[in-house]
């Protein structure tokens, strides 16, 4: 099984700050997602990613498949952004059933 | 298009009661999931298909039942529900697998209470 670890579990920021997650992982994959959860419960796919970086408006995904890790940055956060950001990963090469790691919690105060 | 689709959205349960979770999806995606989503824990994965007459066990199937008799359905059947079931399920799909066709897509959630 991969094992997947995210940090920091909880994050809170003023509206405006840069913000980080990280996410690392222990058996190298063909591509990793970055998920979203709002605090209503719905979940949505943010980013799927094998190599380099992805950017979606304010959001931008990283991947550094030698280092197994990968990082969700968040420009001119808003409080909107306030959410659970969750890292998933499959097992091994080939194999697509996904691992999850616990999620990140991030607050953005106005 | 509606996307993925659950119902109900929350259920009250007693312990030994059986109940089906309903699951659909009207993109044609040929890989359906359930996964279940516990405090403190990453989503996990209770059973998936890869099409219609194929399913296999996740992480954590024990107590779970699934058919996948057609593309757009995959209803999660509780044989004998117990407190440990407890939990916000979650059903997705994705076009298939590899990197390219692995986007999940997920359904609302159905949160359910084995009294």
């Given at each position: 099984k991969n094992e997947v670890e995210q940090s920091p579990q909880n994050l809170t920021a003023q509206e405006g700050e840069f913000i980080t997650i990280n996410c690392s992982y222990s058996v190298g994959i063909s591509a990793l997602h970055w998920l979203q959860q709002h605090p209503g419960g719905g979940i949505v796919s943010l980013f799927m990613l094998s190599s380099g970086k992805k950017k979606h408006g304010r959001l931008i995904a990283t991947i550094n498949i030698q280092e197994k890790h990968s990082s969700l940055h968040i420009t001119?956060?808003?409080?909107?952004?306030s959410a659970v950001y969750i890292c998933a990963v499959p097992p091994n090469f080939g194999n697509e059933k996904l691992t999850f790691g616990t999620g990140t919690r991030l607050t953005i105060i106005p | 298009n509606a996307g993925v689709t659950q119902t109900p959205k929350f259920q009250v349960l007693k312990t030994g009661q059986s109940m089906t979770l309903q699951c659909a999806q009207d993109?044609?995606?040929?890989y359906m999931s359930w996964y279940r989503q516990d405090p403190g824990m990453g989503l996990r994965l209770i059973h998936y298909s890869v099409g219609a007459g194929i399913t296999d066990q996740g992480e954590v199937p024990n107590g779970y039942n699934v058919s996948r008799s057609t593309t757009e359905d995959f209803p999660l059947r509780l044989l004998s529900a117990a407190p440990s079931q407890t939990s916000v399920y979650f059903c997705a799909s994705s076009r298939g697998t590899g990197p390219r066709y692995n986007e999940q897509f997920f359904g609302p959630g159905t949160r359910l209470t084995v009294l």
């Amino acid at each position: 099984k991969n094992e997947v670890e995210q940090s920091p579990q909880n994050l809170t920021a003023q509206e405006g700050e840069f913000i980080t997650i990280n996410c690392s992982y222990s058996v190298g994959i063909s591509a990793l997602h970055w998920l979203q959860q709002h605090p209503g419960g719905g979940i949505v796919s943010l980013f799927m990613l094998s190599s380099g970086k992805k950017k979606h408006g304010r959001l931008i995904a990283t991947i550094n498949i030698q280092e197994k890790h990968s990082s969700l940055h968040i420009t001119a956060s808003h409080p909107r952004d306030s959410a659970v950001y969750i890292c998933a990963v499959p097992p091994n090469f080939g194999n697509e059933k996904l691992t999850f790691g616990t999620g990140t919690r991030l607050t953005i105060i106005p | 298009n509606a996307g993925v689709t659950q119902t109900p959205k929350f259920q009250v349960l007693k312990t030994g009661q059986s109940m089906t979770l309903q699951c659909a999806q009207d993109m044609n995606h040929e890989y359906m999931s359930w996964y279940r989503q516990d405090p403190g824990m990453g989503l996990r994965l209770i059973h998936y298909s890869v099409g219609a007459g194929i399913t296999d066990q996740g992480e954590v199937p024990n107590g779970y039942n699934v058919s996948r008799s057609t593309t757009e359905d995959f209803p999660l059947r509780l044989l004998s529900a117990a407190p440990s079931q407890t939990s916000v399920y979650f059903c997705a799909s994705s076009r298939g697998t590899g990197p390219r066709y692995n986007e999940q897509f997920f359904g609302p959630g159905t949160r359910l209470t084995v009294l």
